[in-house]
């Protein structure tokens, strides 16, 4: 494969940002709410803090404001970026600057509200950039970052926020955290956006444009299904575990911690697969593999004994690298539409709206099944929903990779740069 430069920086660029956007909801999720707990702060107040994540799940309507308006000094998309990224490191130094106590709990929950309007904002004019300013044989590395990074942050702003606020206190580790995540802005000042692809004007971003070919509808349905066992048969299996009287440390660093790095080593191997092999097909066997996670949950629910820690970890390490496969897989298509069409940010963000809708529904939804028939019906479940996402994927393979199970060969040669593929994958002569 070759790169030029501006690829590498690109690259760097987008690894970067996506590592931050992990760190501040690693600290959202997971390390405010049992910071603040620790504070003494009230269990009611404490349930308040997943609010914040709401921009994340509404992001979506502010998406064609994103695309529509850009700084001429500083770039289409890192007119967007810088400000966020600044807003993001402000909003998190205010809250290093506020005690962990009960006093306090209403500041660092409209704090981080604040954090996540910024993050999310972020997210929007990254995934756009990236969509936009780079080539196929690119995407799937960038959607391995993507996936490696998030995963990555989250560990460093979640679990490494925990044990640094132990070390030095929650002010100094939140300062520390923003320190991070100020120094991933530099591969963004360092870099300088290029023009915009296309002199012509385009048409305003909207939502309903999304949906105005099939390849949008299909990739609407894939997103609402795609991940969906994978997020049930991790919520599940945390509650399953506090039932079985494991420790609320040992499920964060089994189901919590190993997820997460099984994600990352998911995303890791899909880079290379995907190219060789396609999205989609990668995609259902990413689904495929994650279901090795549910089905050793149900094996370990029907049976009604301890779980032992072998079982737990076995079925963690499977899921998570299916979601890590799958993830990458589905989103590289995703990369692949939106770089087509003239509203980058907007396809990409309708995408993981859409998922995230999913998996919140359908964890809802059997969480309430469990309370009345048991964690067994709800780990099956999980299984069905892999079952329907794979068979989703495979319905939609000649909507959404059409270069690859079209029989047209033509297509074939005008998408794929055999200079991108992998030695093994390049065709012979």
């Known amino acids: 494969m070759h790169w030029t430069d501006p690829d590498r920086s690109l690259l760097t660029v987008i690894g970067a940002l996506y590592l931050a956007q992990g760190i501040s909801f690693g600290l959202m999720v997971e390390a405010l709410p049992a910071l603040l707990r620790a504070g003494g702060v009230p269990l009611d107040l404490v349930a308040l803090v997943p609010l914040v994540t709401l921009p994340w799940m509404v992001k979506i309507l502010w998406a064609p404001l994103v695309d529509n308006w850009g700084s001429r000094r500083l770039g289409r998309r890192r007119g967007w970026i810088l400000p966020a990224q600044a807003l993001l490191v402000a909003a998190l130094l205010a ?22 309007l910024a993050a999310s904002t972020q997210d929007i004019a990254t995934d756009g950039m990236a969509a936009e300013r780079l080539g196929r044989p690119r995407m799937a590395l960038a959607n391995s970052l993507q996936v490696g990074g998030m995963m990555a942050g989250m560990l460093i702003g979640g679990a490494g926020m925990m044990v640094l606020s132990d070390m030095i206190g929650a002010a100094a580790g939140l300062s520390v955290m923003a320190g991070l995540i100020a120094l991933t802005a530099v591969p963004v000042l360092l870099w300088r956006e290029p023009p915009p692809l296309s002199e012509t004007q385009a048409p305003p971003a909207r939502l309903r444009t999304f949906f105005r070919s099939r390849q949008g509808w299909a990739l609407a349905a894939i997103a609402l299904v795609f991940a969906n066992g994978y997020s049930v048969s991790t919520a599940l299996a945390r509650l399953f575990l506090v039932d079985q009287g494991w420790s609320l440390a040992r499920i964060g660093l089994v189901v ?32 495929a593999v994650s279901m090795s996670g549910p089905a050793a949950w149900f094996w370990a629910a029907s049976g009604g004994g301890p779980v032992p820690l072998w079982l737990a970890g076995a079925a963690t390490l499977g899921c ?72 989703v994927l495979l319905a939609t393979r000649r909507t959404c990779e059409p270069e690859r199970f079209s029989v047209s060969s033509s297509a074939m040669d005008d998408a794929t740069d055999d200079d991108s593929l992998p030695q093994s994958c390049r065709p012979p002569g």
């Open 95 to 116: 809250v290093a600057a506020v005690p962990v106590d009960t006093q306090g709990a209403v500041v660092i929950i409209g704090l981080l509200g604040v954090a996540a």
């Open 256 to 287: 919590g911690s190993g997820n997460a790095v099984a994600v990352m080593m998911g995303a890791a191997l899909a880079g290379p697969l995907v190219r060789c092999f396609g999205a989609v097909p990668m995609a259902v066997v990413g689904v």
């Open 320 to 391: 998570g690298i299916g979601e890590g496969l799958g993830s990458v897989a589905v989103f590289t298509l995703a990369f692949r539409f939106a770089h087509d069409g003239r509203q980058a940010g907007t396809d990409m963000t309708m995408v993981q709206c859409l998922h995230g809708f999913g998996g919140m529904v359908m964890v809802g939804l059997t969480t309430a099944l469990v309370a009345s028939t048991g964690y067994a019906w709800g780990f099956a479940v999980a299984l069905g929903c892999a079952l329907l996402a794979a068979l």
